[in-house]
């Protein structure tokens, strides 16, 4: 199936242990990752500073992994998939709806690290998380299925790049 303006289409992908319906480029020249990320996802207004700090280092350390050692085109366009899978269960979010825009801000952040800095970069000495995240153009968001344990909470990410 394809998205009215036909640049990116619809598809389904195992992320670790989820299938995620994300969107992708389909010319030639363009390059997909999919990454999960499992941990206690953190939110941008109610977690203390270190642990916020931590997540998107972890976040950061994981898109570099699986990037390869260069670090992307910061100018290329980019869709971006998130599927955020909560363990509501545990009281880890407090028993109250999530105010998901709060979840999204840290991994973008992180997310941009991870694509874009140096090789050379430990995520766990980033203290400014101003990578250019410009060219983000288009942002999916899912709730996955929740995690039955508070060790199997985690994020799906797809990000899929167009040669500008």
């Not at 996802?41 to 998107?56: A, P």
């Not at 971006?80 to 999530?98: D, E, P």
Request: net charge negative; proline share 5%.
């Amino acid at each position: 199936m394809f998205y009215p303006n036909e640049d990116f289409f619809f598809a389904n992908r195992a992320i670790g242990r989820w299938d995620v319906p994300v969107l992708e480029f389909h010319e030639p020249e363009c390059y997909n990752l999919h990454v999960p990320i499992t941990g206690y996802i953190v939110n941008s207004i109610t977690e203390r500073r270190d642990k916020l700090q931590s997540w998107k280092a972890h976040i950061a350390a994981e898109v570099m992994d699986a990037r390869g050692k260069y670090a992307w085109n910061n100018r290329h366009i980019f869709a971006i998939t998130l599927g955020f899978s909560f363990n509501t269960s545990s009281g880890w979010h407090g028993y109250r709806a999530l105010d998901v825009e709060n979840f999204i801000k840290p991994v973008i952040d992180a997310l941009a690290a991870g694509l874009f800095c140096d090789e050379h970069t430990d995520p766990y000495t980033i203290t400014r998380w101003d990578f250019d995240d410009s060219n983000f153009n288009t942002l999916l968001i899912h709730r996955l299925p929740d995690a039955r344990t508070p060790q199997e909470e985690g994020i799906a990410v797809c990000v899929s790049a167009k040669v500008w």
